[in-house]
């Protein structure tokens, strides 16, 4: 026996309507196997003659779970620190210490300035020394030995890759959306990833240590920054990626998207209201989980929507309870939804 409703949806077509709860959408394909398969019991003559012309739907109420959302960024992987060596003094470079790639300490030396005024002492003890302030990563020579240089000029780079900066770029409605969340007294909940441009995801994990203090006017963004720690020297400055937060949003409203239809770029469920009437209702949606929406707005767990083989529902039209029907012999010939 099952139970059902009869929605008559117009004098040519009718709706066999079955209640269930979130399992709706797997049963409605075992029922339509049952109506086809039965071949006894009757029916009462109204649903008999409108099961010829009818479609099944299934009916399910919205669900509140606890959800983990997955928003991808497009980042920016920089060295902290990183700067630029400098000559510290006018004058030709008398010894170049370092290679491109090389690792070097706190203090080691990089260069020797001979000031310009002192050439013909070779080992002028006016000469200027240049030390790594940090322990870090050479980056290309950029001027040779034996070269003029002017304060000021750029020698080469310095990295510390221990630990990368990754910055990104988020929307300001997500910006608002995180705020409402109250996400920055959440980080424990929060877990951050990075693909690199191989689609391999780094074996790290991130923590986030800025959501930026103002925005850009020309992009309508907020800078965000997360920072990995980079113990096998992976990752390295300049390089580009798509950093992953996933979060947790506690008490989430999810329904399943077979539920929902889209009409010029809106969604909508249909509700079947506590007078039976089935009315198309607008929704918002938040977040796509596999095959589940995460609605923001629209619907809430007292509702209940089709969830199943959706046909055009117009409003006013009226269901009627029959939790004494049974399938008709001729049943075999109801059309699939």
Known sequence: MVSVFLVNVDSENGIIVIRGGKESGERIVETIDQLKK???????????????????????TPEKKDVTLSEPYVCLIESHPHLTVRALTTGYLYVVKIKEGQAVAQSDLLFRIIPAADTEVLASENAVSIAAPFAGVI??????????????DALTTLADSSQMNV??????????????????????????????????TFNQHGKLVSMGSEFNPQTGNIT????????????RHGMTGK??????????IVIPQCATFEVLNKWYVYVVAKDNVAHQRQIEIQAEIDDVFVVKSGVGVDDEIVVDGIRPLMDANRAERDDRVQVHPNAGELPTP
């Open 139 to 152: 980056g290309s020579a950029l001027v040779p030995k034996g070269t003029l240089v002017q304060k000021g």
């Open 224 to 235: 965000f920054r997360a920072d990995f720690p980079n113990p096998d020297r992976l990752l």
């Open 38 to 60: 039965q071949s006894t019991s009757s029916l009462t003559t109204a649903v008999f003659d409108a099961l010829g012309h009818s479609h099944l739907v299934a009916l399910g």
């Open 243 to 252: 950093v992953i937060l996933h979060r947790v949003q506690h008490n989430a």
């Open 167 to 200: 910055d990104f770029n988020v929307p300001e409605a997500r910006y608002l959306n995180y705020q409402a969340a109250k996400l920055s007294e959440h980080l424990d909940d929060l877990e951050i990833e990075l693909m690199l441009g191989d689609r391999s």
